[in-house]
Every structure is written in C-alpha cells, then in structure tokens.
C-alpha cells in the first residue's frame, strides 16, 4: 500500500510540473518594432495524450532590451529567429503597460499570456562563420561579415558599405582619409593645407587669397615679372603683373 501511495503521489507530482509553464525555445513569426513585441511558435513539441503535437502559437510578448535612463539599444527581429521565452509567476499585464507595481488582473500563475522574449539565441546549425572574421571584441554587425562595428582595447573599428550620419561632427584629432573625398558644400580651414603628391584642379569658380601670398616654388605671385620680346621692336622687355 506504501509502494503505491508513493506512486500514486508521484504521478501526481509528475502531472502539476507538466502544467507548469518554466521558459521555452520558440520562432519568431512577426516582430512589431513600435511596441516592442513578438509573435513566436513554441518549437518543442508537447505530448498530447499519447501524441506529441505542436503548441499553439503564442502573440504579442513583451521583448526584453535594454534601457538605461535616456539611452536605448533596441533590437532587430525577423520572422525565422530562433529565441527563448521566460514564463513569469503572475499576471503582467498591467506592470507591463505602466512600468509601476500594481495588481494582477488575474490569479493565473506562469501563462503563457504572460510569457516575456528574452533574446534570440544561434542554433548550431545557422552558421555565422562569416562574422567571426570581423576584429575580436564587442560586435554588432550582420551575419554576412560584410557590415560590422567592434570595440576593442585598441581602439574602434568599423566596416561599411555606406556610412551614414545626420548633423554636425566634431574630431578632436587627426584624420587620415586613404580613399577619396567628395564635399558638396563649402569647407573652412582655419589653419594650414597641404599637399604633398598631386595636383589641385577647379573646374570652375575661381581661387580667391584676400589677404597673404601665393607663391610658386619660391616665386610670389603679386612681386613677380614676367620676360617677354617686344612685337614691335624685337626687344626684350620686363614687367610686373596688373593689379
């Protein structure tokens, strides 16, 4: 009769862990960007009787990121992610709306109703090798290798097809450029450019020197003469540029 009280008891015990709901690994199906949720499938599949069949899928969980005061890192999710969900003690709808402590609107305990996306995870079997050439250190990038931004001890590194930004810059240093550099607007030095290899071309306008000097090799423009023969006499004769 003991051996079977203690049966007994732990297929019942067995039965209320199977109905409580801990965390799962789940599909992103949809992701909303402005309320910050998602859409998943539950990919493990739940025995049913004597079947295991697929749960139901589960809509508009809460995404967890972070938020540190004013400052926000938000996540990118796409149909396809692989994540995991945490399946919370009580009834969160309202601490979710308001972000303050409140009362559950319900006495259901770890429901999926109230079920929060805690990140995506790699499978073992989506390869990114390719992000794994980009400089060690803390990464962002895509999964292709092809655009990604690193910072390490070193310094910070970055690679893109196209660098893009909105409003004023201000460096505190020096700039090395070794490609090319297009500016659509107007450029203001306040102190010296040099050139050491290559030429300086306007294609139109004209250059303009309001106060100071151009000099040619050791040559000032506004000092120099020109030697020219006299087409009238065949003499040579000197002068000074017009003013």
Known sequence: MTSKKYDITQAMLKKHALSIHVGAIVQVKHFNHRDMTVDVQPLSQHLMGREYQSPPPIQRLPCTGVRCGKFVLRPWYEPGDVGAILYMDHD???????????????????SASDAVFVGGI?????????FNNVPEGLALGTADGKQWLVIHEGGIESQADLWKHKGPVKIDGDVRITGNLTVEKDVTVTEHVRVNRGNITVNTGN???????????????????HSVVCPACGAPTTGGPIP
């Open 92 to 110: 969160i709808d309202k601490v979710v709306a308001s972000g303050r402590e409140a009362k559950p609107n319900t006495e259901r305990n770890h």
């Open 122 to 130: 790699v499978p073992w079997n989506n390869n990114i090798a390719s």
């Open 207 to 225: 250059i303009t020197v309001k106060a100071g000097e151009v000099t040619a090799k050791t040559t000032p423009l506004s000092s120099h003469i």
